[in-house]
C-alpha cells in the first residue's frame, strides 16, 4: 500500500467535495440541521424498569413492600451481573450510595430505591415514613415511568396496609424523588444526544453515494487503470468521509450545547474519537453496499433502510431496547446506532470517559473493521 497514492486519492475526493455544493452540504451542514428539526420532532415522554433496593430497615414491612413493588413484571428487581439490559427476578441489593452510583453510571438499573432504617416503626406508628428513589434521568421516558410506577405501588400498599397509601404529610408512605445527570428530566436534553446519532448518518450515505457514483458513470475503470489499487481507493475514500464526519459532528455539537442548551459534561476529544469509530462502523457498512449497488438511488434507499428507519425504534432512542425476544435484542445490537446513541448520552450527561464506554467503543471498531474487510474483498471482487 502506497501512503503517497493513498493521499492522491484522499486529495481527490477533497476536492470533489468542496467543489460540489450539494455533497459538501451532505457531510458537513446536513447532520447539525437534521438535528436541529428532528429535535423538536422526537421530544416527547413508558416499559420494563429495573430496580436495585438500598433496603436500611430489614425488616419484614420492608420486604413486603419491595415483593409489592414488584409484584407485576413492569418493576423488575434487576441482577446486574447480567449487565445493562438484562433483568433477572434477584435484586441487586446495594449496602450504601457508594454501591448504588456504579450501578446507574453503567445502566444497570433505572432507578435505585432507599428504604430508611425506620421505615416499619414510622408506618406502624402512623408517621411518615420518606423513601427515596434515585432516578437514571438520561432517558427522561423512563424516569417518568418508573416515578409513577414506584408512587402508583406505594400507595396500593398503603392501603393494603389500612391507610389510604396518600403522600400528604401524615400519611405512612411519602416518595422522595431525586433524578440524577438530568434533575428537571427534559426530554431534549436525552433526545438531542441521542439523535446525534441519527444525523450523523448522513455522511455515510455521502460515502456510499460517491463510490457508487464512479461505478455509475464509469469513472472507477479509469481509476483502476492506474496504479492506484483497491485498498488505496477505499482506504483514502473513507479517510477522508470520516474527517468530514467529525466536522459535521463538530458542527451538529455546537447546535446540541449552544441552541438546545444540552449540558457536556465529557471530554470532546473523547466525543470525538468515539464518533470516529461509530463512523467507521457506519462507512465500513456502505463499502459493502456499495458494492451491491448500481446506482445511487438504489445506495441511499439501502442506507436509509438499514440505518434510518429501524435507528429510529430499535437503537433505544424513543423507547428502551426490547428484551422480551432474543430476535429483537439482536436486532437492536447489531445496529451502530445503538451502541452510539448510549456512548453520546453518557458522555454529554454522565461525562464518562473512554475506559466506562470501552465495551461499546470496541463493538463500533469491530463491526466497522470486519465491514471494511468484507467490502474491500466485495470490491476487489467486483472489480476484477
Not at 427515596?132 to 427522561?140: C, L, V
Not at 415511568?145 to 397509601?165: D, E, H, K, N, P
Not at 450545547?257 to 466525543?271: A, C, E, K, N, T
Request: some cysteine.
Amino acid at each position: 500500500m502506497s501512503p503517497r497514492r493513498t493521499a492522491a486519492i484522499m486529495r481527490k475526493e477533497l476536492l470533489h467535495i468542496l467543489r460540489e455544493p450539494r455533497n459538501l452540504f451532505l457531510v458537513t451542514v446536513s447532520p447539525a440541521l437534521l438535528l436541529f428539526l428532528l429535535s423538536y420532532m422526537f421530544s416527547f415522554d413508558v416499559g420494563q424498569l429495573s430496580l436495585a433496593i438500598l433496603d436500611l430497615d430489614r425488616s419484614t414491612l420492608s420486604r413486603r413492600y419491595v415483593a409489592k413493588l414488584t409484584s407485576d413484571q413492569d418493576l423488575i428487581l434487576a441482577d446486574g451481573r447480567m449487565g445493562a439490559g438484562w433483568h433477572a427476578s434477584a435484586p441487586i441489593r446495594v449496602d450504601s450510595y457508594k454501591e448504588a452510583l456504579p450501578l446507574l453510571v453503567g445502566g444497570d438499573v433505572d432507578a435505585v430505591l432507599v428504604i430508611p432504617p425506620n421505615f416499619a416503626e414510622r408506618v406502624h406508628g402512623g408517621n411518615t415514613a420518606q423513601v427515596q428513589a434515585i432516578i437514571d434521568g438520561t432517558d427522561p421516558l423512563v424516569g417518568s415511568q418508573a416515578i409513577a410506577a414506584l408512587q402508583a405501588r406505594s400507595g396500593v400498599f398503603g392501603t393494603a396496609t389500612g391507610t389510604t397509601g396518600s403522600t400528604q404529610q401524615g400519611q405512612p408512605l411519602e416518595i422522595r424523588t431525586q433524578a440524577w445527570y438530568n434533575a428537571g428530566m427534559e426530554s431534549l436534553l436525552s433526545m438531542v444526544p441521542g439523535l446525534l446519532a441519527i444525523v450523523l448518518i448522513m455522511p455515510t450515505m455521502a460515502l456510499t453515494m460517491a463510490l457508487t457514483r464512479e461505478r455509475e458513470t464509469g469513472t472507477l475503470e479509469g481509476l483502476m487503470a492506474t496504479p492506484v489499487s483497491g485498498l488505496e481507493y477505499v482506504t483514502g475514500k473513507l479517510l477522508i468521509y470520516i474527517a468530514a464526519g467529525l466536522v459535521s459532528a463538530v458542527f451538529a455539537l455546537l447546535v446540541a450545547i449552544l441552541w438546545f442548551r444540552v449540558p457536556f459534561r465529557g471530554s470532546l476529544m473523547v466525543y470525538l474519537l468515539l464518533t470516529a469509530a461509530y463512523l467507521l462502523a457506519c462507512m465500513g457498512t456502505a463499502v459493502v453496499i456499495a458494492s451491491f449497488a448500481k446506482s445511487q438511488q438504489t445506495a441511499m434507499f439501502v442506507v436509509l433502510l438499514i440505518f434510518l428507519v429501524p435507528s429510529f425504534f430499535l437503537a433505544g432512542l424513543i423507547t428502551p431496547i426490547g428484551t422480551e425476544s432474543l430476535g429483537t435484542l439482536l436486532t437492536s445490537y447489531a445496529l451502530p446506532t445503538t451502541h452510539f446513541v448510549k456512548i453520546s448520552r453518557d458522555v454529554f450527561l454522565k461525562g464518562l470517559g473512554l475506559d466506562d464506554l470501552l465495551q461499546p467503543t470496541l463493538i463500533l471498531l469491530g463491526m466497522g473493521i470486519g465491514a471494511l474487510c468484507v467490502g474491500l474483498l466485495l470490491f476487489r471482487k467486483n472489480v476484477a
